[in-house]
């Protein structure tokens, strides 16, 4: 049982660059999560998906974007890379029965995504 | 809106003495309460969730926490550090904007000191 999955593990882009931070889960959740994390500041939603074909925003949306094509993939899109998007990103997904409960997040091992 | 706040983004304590990592809520809603483990260069994991069946909550590797809501407080609590204790650990909140929506606590690095 693998998981969730993120690739690449690290990654260097240039200014203005674009790139995709692929991730997938093989629990059959139906939630997944996207994180940055930064020194001293915890980690911050950028976007959530409650099921295949649903996204929406969190606390740091600009400069991403996001799809839910199935239930097992949710990829992150940078657009424009800007030093501002250096951070360790984390994906995570959870299983919930009802909308008035948050499961347990299981995350990835992160992907280290440097912009110079 | 929902947020945690974690007094102390470094707590040093000697192997054996009692661990206290300390985090208060804001909800306009009754929360889900989560304190989550990271290892360097690891995802995170979880320690232990409150969810409105018992006050006090017990999880992985000793750890406890209690639930007060006339503090707004959730700390984390374990009797005697162990070495492998030694992590980030993350405080989070969910309820306010959405169950699914999980806002972290800036972490505390704690050092066990042997």
């Known amino acids: 049982n693998a998981g969730v999955t993120q690739t690449p593990k690290f990654r260097i882009l240039k200014i203005g660059q674009s790139m995709t931070l692929q991730c997938t889960q093989d629990m059959n959740h139906n939630y997944m999560y996207w994180y940055r994390q930064d020194p001293g500041m915890g980690l911050k939603l950028i976007y959530y998906s409650v099921g295949a074909g649903i996204t929406d925003k969190g606390e740091v949306p600009n400069g991403y974007n996001v799809s839910r094509s199935t239930t097992e993939d949710f990829p992150l899109r940078l657009e424009l890379a800007a030093p501002s998007q250096t951070s360790v990103y984390f994906c995570a997904s959870s299983y919930s029965s009802s909308a008035r409960e948050t499961g347990e997040l299981f995350f990835g091992e992160g992907s280290r995504l440097t912009v110079l | 809106a929902q947020s945690v706040t974690q007094l102390g983004s470094h707590v040093s304590v000697s192997e054996g003495a009692l661990v206290l990592l300390r985090c208060n809520y804001s909800s306009s809603v009754p929360p889900y309460l989560f304190w989550y483990v990271q290892y360097p260069n690891q995802g995170l994991q979880l320690l232990l969730k409150y969810t409105s069946a018992a006050t006090l909550v017990k999880g992985i590797n000793g750890f406890e926490a209690e639930f007060k809501k006339s503090e707004t407080s959730f700390h984390l609590t374990k009797p005697s550090a162990h070495m492998s204790d030694a992590a980030e650990y993350f405080c989070?909140?969910?309820?306010?904007?959405?169950?699914?929506?999980?806002?972290f606590g800036t972490g505390t690095k704690l050092q066990v000191i042997p």
């Open positions: 989070a909140v969910s309820g306010s904007g959405g169950y699914q929506k999980v806002t």
